[in-house]
C-alpha cells in the first residue's frame, strides 16, 4: 500500500522569505500523481500544485514549485516570497494513475507566516 | 463558475442516529469522492462515485454508505452515529481525467 510522509508538523517562516515544506511518500508504481494541497482555517482544501510522475520538469505555480526527486521519492514544496495569506495546514497526496486511484495524504504541515 | 457545494456546513447528531450529508460537484465533473478529517486519523479516503456507479471504496464499516443522482450530485449516509464518527467530512470533484481534485469546504459532523 502507499503511504505519505510529512516529517515536519509546523514550520514557521518569515513573511518575504522562502520556506520548503518536506514529502516522502512510498509506491512500488511508476504511473502517478503527486499534489500539495492548503487548507486554511475556512476548511477548504485548496490544490497548490500538481506533478506527474512521468514528467521530470518540476512543476510550478507563481511563488509555488515542487522538487520532485522521483528515484528518492521525494517531493518537497517551496513556497518563494511568503505571504501572510500563505499560512495554513499543508498535506502531500499521492494517487495512483489508475481509474480508481484515491487521494492519500500526508498528515501535513502548519505553516505560520510571521510579520 | 461555482465550486463544490457541501450542505449542511455543520451538523451536531445524538448517538445512534443517522445522518445524510449532501455534496453537489462542479458542473461538469463526473467523480465524486468522500474523505474524512479527524485530528488523529488525518484525512481517510471513504469512496468515490462515478457515474452514479462506486468504484473505489476505503477502509470503513458499512454504516457509512454514499450514492451519486445521474446529475452528478452524491450523498452520504451514516447510520448509528458513534462519537468517533465526529469529523470534518470533505467532498471532492474531478473531471473525469488525470486532474486534481476541487474540494468543497466541508460538514462538520459532531455526535453527543
Known amino acids: 500500500a502507499q503511504t505519505v510522509t510529512q516529517s515536519q508538523p509546523e514550520m514557521s517562516v518569515q513573511e518575504a522569505e522562502t520556506v520548503t515544506l518536506s514529502c516522502t511518500y512510498d509506491t512500488s508504481e511508476s504511473d502517478y500523481y503527486l499534489f500539495w494541497y492548503k487548507q486554511p482555517p475556512s476548511r477548504q482544501m485548496i490544490l497548490v500544485i500538481r506533478?506527474?510522475?512521468?514528467?521530470?520538469q518540476n512543476a510550478t505555480e507563481n511563488r509555488f514549485s515542487v522538487n520532485f526527486q522521483k528515484a528518492a521519492k521525494s517531493f518537497s514544496l517551496k513556497i518563494s516570497d511568503s505571504q501572510l495569506g500563505d499560512a495554513a495546514m499543508y498535506f502531500c497526496?499521492?494517487?495512483?494513475?489508475?481509474?480508481?486511484?484515491?487521494?492519500?495524504f500526508g498528515k501535513g504541515t502548519k505553516l505560520s507566516v510571521k510579520p | 463558475k461555482a465550486g463544490v457545494t457541501q450542505t449542511p456546513r455543520y451538523l451536531i447528531k445524538t448517538r445512534g442516529q443517522q445522518v445524510t450529508l449532501s455534496c453537489s460537484p462542479i458542473?461538469?465533473?463526473?467523480?465524486v469522492s468522500w474523505y474524512q478529517q479527524t485530528p488523529g486519523q488525518g484525512l481517510q479516503f471513504l469512496f468515490e462515485y462515478f457515474s452514479e456507479t462506486q468504484r473505489n471504496k476505503g477502509n470503513f464499516p458499512g454504516r457509512f454508505s454514499g450514492r451519486q443522482f445521474s446529475n452528478s450530485r452524491s450523498e452520504m449516509n451514516v447510520s448509528t452515529l458513534e462519537l468517533g464518527d465526529s469529523a470534518l467530512y470533505l467532498c471532492?470533484?474531478?473531471?473525469?481525467?488525470?486532474?486534481?481534485?476541487?474540494f468543497g469546504s466541508g460538514t462538520r459532523l459532531t455526535v453527543v
Open positions: 506533478q506527474e510522475a512521468y514528467k521530470q
Open positions: 458542473s461538469g465533473h463526473r467523480s
Open positions: 471532492a470533484s474531478s473531471r473525469a481525467d488525470r486532474y486534481g481534485y476541487t
Open positions: 497526496a499521492y494517487r495512483s494513475a489508475g481509474s480508481q486511484g484515491n487521494l492519500i
